[in-house]
């Protein structure tokens, strides 16, 4: 005959494996969610640095920049 008492706790460890897997799957659906919100913002601001690479005037990266130059007229 069985022992009960070690049944009920292999049925609890059991349980508590199951609660365990449980929420270690819905980590994982948050995490993979989170990645692909990432990705998404990643390529949003890759789009947006290819547009705004377009936009700047082909001289303005070469050679150092002088800040008088950007001042204001009334300075």
Known sequence: MPDTNNLGNILQRLENLEVKASFTEDLLDQLNMTI????QLIDRLTHEIIALRQQAPE???NGPRNLRDE???HY
């Not at 692909?36 to 990705?39: P, R, S």
């Open 71 to 73: 001042l204001p007229p």
């Open 59 to 61: 001289g303005g990266s």
């Open 36 to 39: 692909y919100q990432q990705q």
